[in-house]
């Protein structure tokens, strides 16, 4: 029962992992395809697309990772004080 819990947990942390992943690359795609006037953002364009892209990376590793539960929760705080200070 704990077990089953356990995976059913870990596969929310997985799907949350990969969303926010593909969230990412969205950003690193806008921040070339589209002209600086057109999307505003606090970074400049090639900054915005490498923080995209590291973002990205790091939330797809996380997503194969079979034990990513608390690792997720520190990379998601991490993430979400450099949007606020961004």
Known sequence: MV???RSIRLGRVRIAALLLALI???AAYRAVA???AAAP??????LEFVAAGAWALLFGGLALRPQAGRTFVG???AFALYHTAR
């Open 3 to 5: 077990n089953e819990r």
């Open 34 to 36: 589209f002209p600086p």
């Open 41 to 46: 953002v606090s970074l400049s364009a090639p």
């Open 75 to 77: 990379v998601l705080i």
């Open 24 to 26: 990412q690359i969205g």
